[in-house]
């Protein structure tokens, strides 16, 4: 058992390692035997330390990701009251029009038209009472007019002062997201990195991944399931985002995805949207996965100026850890291609069957669950699958709406 300050001394470790993290592979040596009790008890004490500074890392990451999903959903409940306060100030902006064109036309009619004369309505009065009565009810409909435009103007004042401040709410919103955002990719780091020592060191991860989602309990920001990534129903969710409302989304995100426009598979130039959809409902996969996925590989969400590599190579299929396979360059081919292989990884799968991941076995519960191993063969790659679904789309193990 590791006292408190040696605890704090190898998290302090872990933080400072992150500088070596450019480096794509880190090996560690390990001594084939060790003989003296000295040995021993150091080979016990490095062990210790990984995986304490290992479940330290996956507890710091899941609480960031906890922040940054309820940041999010935060977010986008205060963009929805920013787009419906400018839906009723566009609303009121035409009512003030349609008032301030009657109001004149009125005025017109009564005082200079040729059908409803002010002085032949008022001289053709039969009585004192009956003129004083006409002449009234001419003020009150002027007076009703000319206050029901002062209303509106008002009303139009006002939701644009709540506009403004629900503007910078957001602005504040997105400013924090970024720094939480910015957090959560060091924390990621320094995951990988201390998911490699522990591993050089002959820990088990995915039973150290099993021990910390035990710990966390099941609740919507529990830990990573090694074993159960997505359900094969969010997996399969082909109908959960239309070609418009993943137009939608992509405005939303930083990147440029939204005006990016290219040759499919079949050589015909789509927007995004369009492509995601065709191989979605191609090979049954959810459009939701083909955006984590695009994220993943390539940052593509978020980059404001990505490469045209990035676009080439866009979900990463055909780029193996030892050979690239050009047929599937081109942003279109990735996107077709890539759902193909998502798909046709699935097949294999049948209960009780598993997989050795960086060393360690997982026993996947489902077909999503294997086909996103076998596309990408390490924890790391699928955590931050589940991590940026977590993100977007909210849990992947939970069934889908509607």
Avoid at 75 to 100: C, K, N
Avoid at 102 to 118: H, M, T
Wanted: overall charge neutral; glycine content about 6%; proline content about 3%.
């Amino acid at each position: 058992m590791l006292t408190r300050a040696s605890r704090r001394l190898s998290y302090t470790t872990a933080v400072v390692t992150l500088c070596v993290l450019a480096l794509p592979h880190i090996a560690y040596a390990v001594p084939a035997t060790v003989g003296t009790p000295n040995q021993i008890e150091t080979k016990k004490a490095q062990r210790d330390a990984a995986v304490a500074a290992l479940q330290q890392a996956q507890f710091d990451l899941n609480v960031k990701t906890s922040e940054y999903i309820e940041g999010a959903r935060e977010l986008e409940r205060t963009r929805a009251e920013v787009s419906e306060v400018s839906t009723q100030m566009a609303a009121l902006d035409e009512s003030i029009t349609r008032a301030e064109t009657a109001l004149v036309q009125r005025a017109i009619e009564l005082y200079r038209g040729d059908r409803l004369n002010l002085l032949a309505l008022l001289l053709d009065s039969r009585s004192v009472s009956d003129f004083m009565t006409r002449a009234n009810y001419l003020v009150t409909i002027n007076g009703h007019d000319s206050r029901m435009v002062t209303g509106l103007r008002q009303a139009r004042t006002e939701s644009a002062w709540l506009h403004e401040r629900l503007s910078e709410r957001v602005a504040r919103q997105e400013a924090l997201q970024l720094a939480t955002e910015n957090a959560r990719k060091d924390l990621d780091l320094r995951m990988k990195q201390q998911q490699a020592e522990a591993t050089a060191l002959g820990e088990d991860l995915a039973e150290l991944m099993r021990r910390a989602r035990t710990f966390a309990g099941s609740e919507a920001s529990g830990a990573f399931d090694p074993d159960t990534i997505i359900t094969d129903a969010n997996f399969r969710d082909v109908g959960s985002m239309t070609v418009a409302e993943i137009q939608t989304f992509l405005e939303r995100q930083p990147g440029t995805l939204d005006t990016y426009r290219a040759k499919d598979h079949n050589g015909r130039t789509s927007s995004v949207a369009e492509m995601i959809v065709e191989a979605a409902v191609a090979y049954r996969i959810s459009p939701k996965v083909i955006l984590v996925t695009l994220q993943k590989e390539q940052s593509l969400l978020e980059k404001r100026n990505p490469t045209q590599k990035s676009y080439d190579w866009a979900m990463g299929c055909g780029r193996a850890d030892s050979r690239t396979y050009t047929q599937y360059k081109g942003f279109g081919k990735q996107i077709w291609f890539g759902a193909e292989k998502l798909n046709k990884n699935a097949a294999p799968w049948h209960a009780g069957i598993e997989r050795k991941i960086d060393g360690s076995v997982v026993r996947m519960t489902n077909e999503a669950t294997y086909s996103l191993y076998k596309y990408t063969p390490h924890f790391h790659g699928n955590q931050m699958f589940w991590s940026l679904y977590w993100r977007y789309f909210g849990s992947p193990l939970e069934s889908p709406a509607g």
